[in-house]
């Protein structure tokens, strides 16, 4: 499937524009056209003709609303990124405030193409406060997400809560589950890909990550997509075809954590996480890897 054209929409509000991946959408989208609306508690890292930038904290609908005329698309991703940096109950009631608020505030301008981050977290693994183990790989849309922190439940919450608006109204809403998003730079000073011995936390996550330019493409692509076919609720992996691990990935599962149920082979490079379903949705597909000076 090919990229779809940019035909609509052209303004787009991103929620969270100052964060690492919201300045990469905003870049993504600047270059491909469009007009931006950056929404954020914080100052902009912007400055661009085509982009404006507006105050926003996360729960006021009306405060987001008002400043969304005009758009017809909006990636939300504002967020706390992690459990640990916040009070438990802080990083539930933000995210998922946060994304209903977003939501509420798109529906109500007459908004129905929608991209969310979601995240690879949700299943579970990453921040589980005792190990828990995929149960197979190739990880794919339909495996069980059993979330035992609250970062974890803050992203199956906004899924469920996407799921609702589908319902309600007519939309499109893309939950991207991305895995760790990263600039290329911290992608080859990562602790895997300099030869370290692996830790628990790359076991986690299966030693995914995406390019920052990858999961700024995808959010373009899920409001395209949508466009020319609209497609509901969809729950779909961000992630780079291969891992950030110099081993093969099967080697280092059977060695590692031999529960987990291989159920193809993974060759050489091959990554542990399904990303078919983003390709045939949305037209997206991984164009950079730590392996390739890109």
Same mark, same amino acid.
Not at 136 to 153: F, M, Q
């Given at each position: 499937?090919?990229?779809?054209?940019?035909?609509?929409?052209?303004?787009?509000?991103?929620?969270?524009? &100052?964060?690492?991946?919201?300045?990469?959408?905003?870049?993504?989208?600047?270059?491909?056209?469009?007009?931006?609306?950056?929404?954020?508690?914080?100052?902009?890292?912007?400055?661009?003709? *085509?982009?404006?930038?507006?105050?926003?904290?996360?729960?006021?609908?009306?405060?987001?609303?008002?400043?969304?005329?005009?758009?017809?698309?909006?990636?939300?991703?504002?967020?706390?990124?992690?459990?640990? $940096?916040?009070?438990?109950?802080?990083?539930?009631?933000?995210?998922?405030? *946060?994304?209903?608020?977003?939501?509420?505030?798109?529906?109500?301008?007459?908004?129905?193409?929608?991209?969310?981050?979601?995240?690879? &977290?949700?299943?579970?693994?990453?921040?589980?406060?005792?190990?828990?183990?995929?149960?197979?790989?190739?990880?794919?849309?339909?495996?069980?997400?059993?979330?035992?922190?609250?970062?974890? *439940? &803050?992203?199956?919450?906004?899924?469920?809560?996407?799921?609702?608006?589908?319902?309600?109204?007519? $939309?499109?809403?893309?939950?991207?589950?991305?895995?760790?998003?990263?600039?290329?730079?911290?992608?080859?000073? &990562?602790?895997?890909?300099?030869?370290?011995?692996?830790?628990? =936390?790359?076991?986690?996550?299966?030693?995914?990550?995406?390019?920052?330019?990858?999961?700024?493409?995808?959010?373009?692509?899920?409001?395209?997509?949508?466009? =020319?076919?609209?497609?509901?609720?969809?729950?779909?992996?961000?992630?780079?075809?291969?891992?950030?691990?110099?081993?093969?990935?099967?080697?280092?599962?059977?060695?590692?954590?031999?529960?987990?149920?291989?159920?193809?082979?993974?060759?050489?490079?091959?990554?542990?996480?399904?990303?078919?379903?983003?390709?045939?949705?949305?037209?997206?597909?991984?164009?950079?890897?730590?392996?390739?000076?890109?």
């Amino acid at each position: 499937m090919s990229e779809p054209a940019g035909t609509a929409p052209r303004r787009v509000c991103v929620t969270g524009s &100052s964060g690492l991946l919201g300045h990469a959408v905003v870049a993504e989208l600047l270059a491909a056209g469009y007009e931006v609306v950056g929404a954020d508690r914080l100052p902009p890292r912007t400055e661009h003709p *085509a982009f404006r930038s507006v105050t926003w904290h996360g729960r006021d609908v009306g405060e987001l609303a008002r400043e969304l005329p005009g758009c017809t698309g909006m990636v939300h991703l504002a967020a706390i990124p992690q459990p640990y $940096l916040n009070p438990d109950d802080e990083v539930f009631a933000n995210n998922t405030t *946060a994304t209903f608020a977003a939501l509420q505030a798109a529906v109500g301008v007459g908004i129905t193409r929608i991209a969310i981050a979601s995240s690879i &977290s949700a299943y579970g693994m990453a921040f589980a406060p005792a190990e828990l183990r995929a149960l197979y790989v190739p990880l794919d849309e339909s495996h069980p997400i059993r979330a035992a922190d609250p970062y974890a *439940a &803050s992203k199956e919450a906004d899924e469920v809560t996407a799921r609702m608006f589908c319902r309600r109204y007519e $939309l499109s809403i893309a939950a991207l589950r991305f895995a760790w998003v990263a600039s290329r730079e911290a992608q080859l000073d &990562s602790a895997a890909v300099r030869g370290e011995p692996a830790g628990g =936390q790359e076991l986690r996550n299966l030693w995914a990550y995406v390019d920052d330019r990858d999961a700024a493409r995808a959010c373009r692509l899920a409001l395209e997509a949508a466009e =020319q076919r609209p497609y509901g609720f969809a729950a779909m992996h961000i992630v780079a075809a291969d891992s950030l691990a110099r081993e093969p990935l099967g080697d280092l599962i059977a060695r590692d954590a031999p529960e987990i149920e291989i159920r193809r082979d993974l060759g050489q490079t091959g990554g542990a996480w399904a990303i078919d379903r983003a390709e045939s949705l949305i037209g997206w597909r991984p164009a950079h890897s730590w392996r390739h000076l890109h």
